[in-house]
């Protein structure tokens, strides 16, 4: 089993920054592969941004693309998700995921674990 809990999201304008953490405990972090993933209402969980398991390959939707970098502190059993440049339809509640297999994967199913979820809200 492995625990994940999100923090750092709230309220921020357009154009504003958050860094979401996410803090793994249960198993050894380094094995698992990490994903972060956000739900809007009324719509579907969507695949944000992935990481490997060293930190050497990283994924991003192309809407996130140049504004969030996904990072990750094995020492720390942490994966973090710097978020800039926010716009409104980057309101979601954003998860953070991990996967037994240490590769980068960007579909929900191929996911082992999920956190309970922080809310990002940026307003106009």
């Known amino acids: 089993q492995v625990q994940l809990v999100e923090s750092g999201g709230g309220l921020v304008q357009t154009g504003g920054s958050l860094r979401l953490s996410c803090a793994a405990s249960?198993?050894?972090?380094?094995?698992?592969?990490m994903g972060w993933f956000r739900q809007a209402p009324g719509k579907e969980r969507e695949f944000v941004a992935a990481?490997?398991?060293?930190?050497?390959?990283?994924a991003y939707r192309d809407s996130v693309k140049g504004r969030f970098t996904i990072s990750r502190d094995n020492a720390k059993n942490t994966v973090y998700l710097q978020m800039n440049s926010l716009k409104p339809e980057d309101t979601a509640v954003y998860y953070c995921?991990?996967?037994?297999?240490?590769?980068?994967?960007?579909?929900?199913?191929?996911?082992?674990?999920w956190g309970q979820g922080t809310q990002v809200t940026v307003s106009s």
């Open positions: 995921a991990a996967c037994a297999y240490a590769l980068v994967h960007t579909k929900p199913h191929e996911y082992d674990y």
């Open positions: 249960g198993r050894t972090f380094s094995d698992y592969a």
């Open positions: 990481i490997n398991y060293s930190g050497g390959s990283t």
